[in-house]
């Protein structure tokens, strides 16, 4: 069996008496798509957030690709290769597309203050090869029309995909989506589940998902963790984890 | 002739403005808050500077090279000390912080230097270019020329560097900064940094045309109205709106009784906040629910 891509040790989180996350121990393998459902409540966004290093864990270990990362800033995550997304995107709204996709780039620009003020060929070539990827996401996620317009405008589901677009930019082993349907329609919803699929196939981008949307959680994942009430509940294939007694017990109430 | 003349001191004056309202604005760009000192960094800039060229004996070059690394170390270190604990904090607390900062460098330099006033030695006074007319001192010469070149180095960085674009994206949306890799807390401590530098060329260009003393400062609120003539939220309605006031305040000064000058700024503050309260270059959007 190969190593786990990210692996959480007993990882612990309060707020004031609440456990949010309550000694949860997981492996993601490479190349998985891995899906965290649960009650509203149940702790996928602060077990999120603790992955992506927006919270410190009170106790446990995050450990991604052989490295521990609890304990790194969230600004240095990009660079080792871990990207996320928001329920409620996060970009920058004054900027266009293609400048809010560029920015994915920024983890890996090599050059130097004076260079760039002068605009050496070294940095002219570097402007090329990022233009090069950002093209290669655009065509990815079918967001050629929307290059040259600035966030503001755009419709809700258009941004959830520029977020991912910019995401993909960095071009990261690990791709941490946070409820990537929320206020998306059936149709969008429905084109989620094939770009995840494109991301996971032709990036070779390892995916970890918090989501409602139970057929697209069915559809897209290899397989399912259920949190409830911080803590791990069952991990599984989608199809088992939603048949799983427990499961539907943290759902339904006893 | 005399309309050009006048012209040309409000433009030099304008740029003192304009120099001190870009600090404002590159503060409240990056961190959303307003830092009431910036005018008493000028105070301090010029007081440095004379230290370093006066009482050092440094040459005038060095000195200025001195004044500006010296000011934005201490730029970083009240952002450390006394703004980075209030990160979460209401704006009006911050504000009151920066509102006491000032009071706290006033009496630093009067503390320090003494409150009689001080000249700052330098190869400007004196000498004066004559075109036909109209003369220009050296000293306002050097105020715009400072700015014009302080403005094309500021607009490149801003525009070409990845250190520019990354400030522009950490005051943009911090969230989604620090997950393409932006140190978002380094990138405020030099965002002060860079004001701070700001204000001490304002204080090392404003030092030959005005005297250094505690209180000199206080032309940090005229520049304050400046910014928000420009739209606050715009580094060329910055320099734009300090223009304006200086311009204005010069024609002011010989066409309206005594008394005036001193108010043109708060007037055109006011109309300005009457007809467009968005600012010449709005940047600032309404926040959306």
């Given at each position: 069996?190969?190593?786990?891509?990210?692996?959480?040790?007993?990882?612990?989180?309060?707020?004031?008496?609440?456990?949010?996350?309550?000694?949860?121990?997981?492996?993601?393998?490479?190349?998985?798509?891995?899906?965290?459902?649960?009650?509203?409540?149940?702790?996928?966004t602060?077990?999120?957030?603790?992955?992506s290093?927006?919270?410190?864990?009170d106790?446990?270990?995050?450990?991604?690709?052989?490295?521990?990362?609890?304990?790194?800033?969230?600004?240095?995550?990009?660079?080792?290769?871990?990207?996320?997304?928001f329920?409620?995107?996060?970009?920058?709204?004054?900027?266009t597309?293609?400048?809010?996709?560029?920015?994915?780039?920024?983890?890996?620009?090599?050059?130097?203050?004076?260079?760039?003020?002068?605009?050496?060929?070294?940095?002219?070539?570097?402007e090329?090869?990022?233009?090069?990827?950002?093209?290669?996401?655009?065509?990815?996620?079918?967001?050629?029309s929307y290059?040259?317009q600035?966030?503001g405008?755009?419709?809700?589901?258009?941004?959830?995909m520029?977020?991912?677009?910019?995401?993909?930019?960095?071009?990261?082993k690990?791709?941490?989506?946070?409820?990537?349907?929320?206020?998306?329609?059936?149709?969008?919803?429905?084109?989620?589940?094939?770009?995840?699929?494109?991301?996971?196939?032709?990036?070779?981008?390892?995916?970890?998902?918090?989501?409602?949307?139970?057929?697209?959680?069915?559809?897209?994942?290899?397989?399912?963790?259920?949190?409830?009430?911080?803590?791990v509940?069952?991990?599984?294939?989608?199809?088992d984890?939603?048949?799983?007694?427990?499961?539907?017990?943290?759902?339904?109430?006893? | 002739?005399?309309?050009?003349?006048?012209?040309?001191?409000?433009?030099?004056?304008?740029?003192?403005?304009?120099?001190i309202?870009?600090?404002?604005?590159?503060?409240?760009?990056?961190?959303?808050?307003?830092?009431?000192?910036?005018g008493?960094?000028?105070?301090?800039?010029?007081?440095?500077?004379?230290?370093?060229?006066?009482?050092?004996?440094?040459?005038?070059?060095?000195?200025?090279?001195?004044?500006?690394?010296?000011?934005?170390?201490?730029?970083?270190?009240i952002?450390?000390?006394?703004?980075r604990?209030?990160?979460?904090?209401p704006?009006?607390?911050?504000?009151?912080?920066?509102?006491?900062?000032?009071?706290?460098?006033?009496?630093?330099?009067?503390a320090?230097?003494?409150?009689?006033?001080?000249?700052?030695?330098?190869?400007?006074?004196?000498?004066?270019?004559?075109?036909?007319?109209?003369?220009?001192?050296y000293?306002?010469?050097?105020?715009?020329?400072?700015?014009?070149?302080?403005?094309?180095?500021?607009?490149?960085?801003?525009?070409?560097?990845?250190l520019?674009?990354?400030?522009?994206?950490?005051?943009?949306?911090?969230?989604?900064?620090?997950?393409?890799?932006?140190?978002?807390?380094?990138?405020?401590?030099?965002?002060?940094?860079?004001?701070?530098?700001?204000?001490?060329?304002?204080?090392?260009?404003?030092?030959?045309?005005?005297?250094?003393?505690?209180?000199?400062?206080?032309?940090?609120?005229?520049?304050?109205?400046?910014?928000?003539?420009?739209?606050?939220?715009?580094?060329?309605?910055?320099?734009?709106?300090?223009?304006?006031?200086?311009?204005?305040?010069?024609?002011?000064?010989?066409?309206?009784?005594?008394?005036f000058?001193?108010?043109?700024?708060?007037?055109?503050?006011?109309?300005?906040?009457?007809?467009?309260?968005?600012?010449?270059?709005?940047?600032?959007?309404?926040?959306?629910?």
């Amino acid at each position: 069996m190969s190593e786990a891509l990210l692996s959480t040790h007993s990882l612990s989180l309060s707020f004031g008496g609440v456990r949010a996350v309550d000694d949860v121990s997981f492996e993601v393998m490479p190349g998985e798509v891995f899906s965290i459902i649960g009650p509203n409540g149940a702790g996928k966004t602060s077990l999120f957030n603790l992955i992506s290093r927006l919270y410190d864990a009170d106790s446990g270990d995050i450990v991604f690709d052989g490295q521990k990362i609890s304990d790194i800033p969230a600004h240095r995550i990009a660079e080792l290769g871990i990207a996320r997304t928001f329920q409620n995107t996060e970009l920058f709204e004054h900027e266009t597309v293609l400048r809010n996709m560029l920015i994915g780039r920024h983890v890996h620009s090599r050059t130097n203050l004076f260079s760039e003020l002068l605009f050496l060929p070294s940095v002219a070539r570097q402007e090329l090869a990022f233009r090069q990827v950002v093209e290669d996401v655009i065509d990815l996620l079918d967001l050629q029309s929307y290059r040259d317009q600035v966030i503001g405008s755009l419709p809700y589901g258009v941004r959830k995909m520029v977020e991912v677009a910019r995401a993909l930019c960095i071009q990261p082993k690990l791709l941490l989506l946070d409820e990537p349907s929320s206020g998306l329609n059936p149709e969008e919803t429905e084109d989620v589940s094939h770009w995840i699929e494109d991301v996971s196939q032709d990036y070779g981008a390892t995916v970890i998902m918090v989501e409602h949307d139970m057929s697209l959680v069915a559809r897209a994942s290899s397989r399912v963790m259920a949190v409830a009430d911080g803590a791990v509940v069952a991990i599984g294939a989608p199809q088992d984890i939603q048949n799983h007694p427990e499961v539907r017990r943290a759902y339904l109430g006893d | 002739m005399e309309v050009l003349q006048l012209l040309i001191s409000g433009i030099s004056q304008g740029c003192v403005y304009g120099l001190i309202a870009m600090g404002f604005v590159l503060i409240y760009k990056a961190t959303e808050m307003v830092n009431f000192a910036q005018g008493d960094m000028m105070m301090l800039g010029a007081y440095l500077a004379y230290t370093w060229i006066n009482i050092a004996g440094m040459p005038f070059v060095l000195g200025v090279v001195a004044t500006i690394v010296s000011l934005a170390i201490v730029g970083v270190l009240i952002e450390r000390i006394l703004l980075r604990p209030m990160i979460g904090e209401p704006p009006f607390a911050v504000l009151m912080i920066t509102i006491g900062l000032g009071f706290m460098l006033r009496a630093f330099a009067g503390a320090v230097w003494g409150t009689e006033t001080k000249a700052v030695s330098n190869p400007f006074s004196g000498n004066v270019i004559r075109l036909g007319d109209i003369s220009i001192g050296y000293e306002n010469m050097a105020i715009i020329l400072g700015t014009v070149i302080l403005c094309a180095l500021l607009f490149a960085f801003f525009r070409f560097t990845r250190l520019g674009i990354a400030m522009q994206a950490a005051s943009q949306n911090q969230l989604a900064a620090y997950y393409v890799g932006i140190p978002v807390k380094r990138i405020y401590s030099l965002v002060w940094a860079m004001s701070a530098a700001l204000a001490a060329v304002a204080g090392v260009l404003v030092a030959p045309i005005s005297l250094v003393e505690p209180v000199m400062g206080f032309i940090g609120v005229k520049a304050f109205a400046a910014a928000i003539v420009g739209g606050f939220g715009s580094l060329p309605g910055a320099i734009i709106g300090g223009l304006i006031v200086g311009i204005a305040e010069q024609f002011a000064g010989l066409y309206l009784p005594p008394g005036f000058a001193d108010t043109t700024a708060y007037a055109i503050l006011l109309i300005m906040l009457f007809l467009r309260p968005e600012g010449l270059f709005a940047t600032m959007q309404k926040k959306k629910v």
